[in-house]
């Protein structure tokens, strides 16, 4: 798997688990939406990333890393209420970053390699 499709697979968990999240709570929070916000915008990112822009491949990683950092809070919540689905969702979301985070990271080593030859 190459960077770019990492990307585009995460930003549509995000974006459709978040969405999901978002619409299937009885008491919605503005905050529940903040994975669909950082999904849309990877979704942006992702063509300039197939085409390895450097920039927004790093700003990417960043995103990316922020998003899994940001959803360990959510997911021991969803713990604490024993919300199963909250947890499946959460967990996907979570396990697409790490992947997306992961390939990015060798995608940058392989270039970085590439590049010394």
């Known amino acids: 798997m190459n960077a770019g499709n990492a990307n585009f697979l995460n930003a549509i968990v995000l974006v459709g688990m978040g969405m999901w999240g978002y619409l299937g709570s009885l008491s919605p929070s503005p905050t529940a939406l903040i994975p669909v916000f950082i999904g849309v915008i990877l979704f942006v990112m992702t063509n300039f990333i197939r085409n390895h822009h ?16 940001a959803l360990i809070k959510p997911l021991t919540g969803a713990m604490e209420r024993s919300d199963t689905m909250a947890m499946i969702r959460i967990g996907l979301m979570m396990l697409t970053s790490a992947i997306a985070f992961v390939v990015f990271i060798k995608s940058f080593i392989d270039v970085r390699k590439a590049s010394k030859k």
């Open 54 to 69: 450097k920039i927004v491949s790093h700003i990417a990683v960043v995103l990316t890393l922020m998003i899994l950092i």
